[in-house]
């Protein structure tokens, strides 16, 4: 987080002052940026959903990892495939698509390790006690196998010369997979994590489980084929704007089910949520999901989309949905599991909490500065006015946006220290997570809560 929210500050100084880089080609922004937006998917909010996937995953099932050996693999490659991305993208070696920037050496070593973490979830499953598959098991393991195939789509990977189609098809497919990196990793892998940390927090099992399937078979239906809606201004079939506009804002059926549906789980147990440092950077997150999926499906609509789209609208939008829904879970997943995977309490709950207002601030900042000043551009734009007179306007937001990025890479630095700290820090003599029983006692109590969720799962099928 720490590299990626950096990077994102550079570029934003750099949207100040052009020649801040001065000759040094490996950090102008044509680089830095790349290197933001992909540390921040593939270094930051993947591997923190993934991480607590791992944990959640054995102790839903009932059973162990199917591979330790294996898991860890996953990580080696996946560290390497990070610097393999910094690297190649700072030195100029990029497919100049969004979101599929990396070169094919890179974009194999990401599908192997997706067909890795795959293996060890689905063999997990299969040698699983427990009858009944959670609906945070069913989120992971497709945002694992949808994301593994539509990465190779959307990076056409049997191309290694360019990565790419021609013309019109290209970006069909480049948007096809370009939403979906969202829409198929980022947000079933973070509704994954508020399924099992949100019961877990109010200590009390999930509103519905009838619901939670609705929501997660919604979610794959719908979203799959709104990434057009990035492409109604430009020659693509009008039967395929159609699908796509209809379907994001139909997008409103699957949040507001999940939605509902964590929301009356924690109906009356926001005390225990906000006294649970993890379960406050979760619950916060589907607020934030709420928001962000409103403003998609508004975005989509071809009249509002005339004065939105390709400007700073769209940058606030994508940093709601990234930094605030998916970075907030995944902060709040890191928080809430690593005391108990590492055995010894959070360090400090204080740099915990002023790192969740910095991110807060951050990002609620963001979408204030970011929004207007798309407003500005796309009115502006839309009124026949050139670049260079609506530049000098929007100059004050680009000067906010980097002090706002300057807060949140303060916070992702005290974030690091803390989580440091808790792992290599002195041991506790007996391990006390935020007022729960001990590490041993803390293990019988996931298995009773695992087990009080099946259990209420079953007599809503049996109902």
């Not at 080609?25 to 993947?46: A, D, K, M, Q």
């Not at 005339?306 to 995944?330: C, D, E, K, P, Q």
């Not at 000043?373 to 680009?398: D, K, S």
């Amino acid at each position: 987080m720490m590299m990626a929210t950096f990077m994102g500050l550079l570029g934003a100084t750099e949207l100040i002052a052009p020649d801040l880089s001065g000759n040094l080609s490996w950090i102008v922004f044509g680089r830095v940026r790349p290197i933001h937006v992909n540390l921040v998917l593939f270094g930051f909010v993947t591997p923190g959903l993934l991480g607590a996937a791992f944990y959640f995953l054995p102790r839903l099932l009932d059973t162990d990892l199917y591979s330790e050996g294996l898991g860890r693999v996953s990580v080696i490659v996946w560290n390497l495939i990070l610097v393999c991305i910094v690297l190649s993208l700072a030195a100029g070696y990029s497919q100049g698509r969004e979101y599929a920037e990396m070169i094919w050496p890179v974009d194999m070593l990401i599908v192997i390790v997706f067909t890795l973490i795959f293996f060890n979830f689905i063999m997990t499953v299969a040698q699983r006690r427990e009858p009944l598959l959670y609906v945070s098991v069913w989120y992971a393991c497709a945002a694992i196998v949808l994301t593994g195939l539509t990465y190779c789509l959307g990076n056409v990977i049997w191309r290694p010369d360019s990565g790419a189609l021609v013309g019109i098809p290209d970006a069909i497919l480049l948007w096809f997979y370009g939403h979906n990196i969202f829409g198929l990793l980022l947000t079933p892998l973070s509704l994954g994590v508020a399924y099992y940390v949100i019961p877990r927090v109010c200590r009390s099992p999930l509103y519905s489980h009838t619901l939670s399937l609705v929501g997660f078979w919604s979610l794959i239906l719908v979203y799959t084929h709104i990434g057009t809606h990035h492409l109604l201004q430009v020659p693509v079939p009008t039967w395929l704007k159609v699908i796509a506009t209809v379907d994001s804002v139909g997008m409103v059926i699957p949040v507001m089910v999940v939605l509902i549906n964590l929301w009356y789980t924690a109906k009356g147990r926001l005390g225990e949520i906000h006294a649970d440092i993890g379960g406050k950077f979760v619950f916060t997150g589907t607020i934030l999901y709420f928001f962000v999926s409103i403003q998609g499906s508004m975005m989509a609509l071809p009249q509002v989309q005339r004065i939105t789209h390709f400007n700073n609208w769209v940058i606030a939008h994508s940093h709601v949905g990234v930094l605030g829904f998916a970075g907030m879970i995944a902060l709040g997943g890191i928080y809430y599991i690593l005391p108990r995977a590492v055995g010894k309490p959070l360090y400090s709950r204080y740099l915990a909490d002023f790192q969740y207002w910095l991110v807060l601030i951050g990002v609620v900042g963001f979408t204030v500065v970011l929004t207007i000043a798309g407003l500005i551009q796309g009115n502006a734009w839309f009124n026949g006015e050139t670049i260079y007179r609506v530049l000098p306007e929007i100059h004050m937001y680009y000067i906010v946006r980097a002090s706002l990025g300057l807060i949140i890479f303060v916070a992702a630095v005290l974030g690091f220290y803390n989580i440091v700290r808790t792992i290599f820090g002195r041991p506790a003599e007996t391990v006390v997570v935020e007022g729960s029983p001990t590490r041993e006692l803390l293990a019988g109590s996931e298995s009773g809560l695992a087990h009080q969720e099946s259990g209420l799962a079953h007599q809503e099928v049996a109902s």
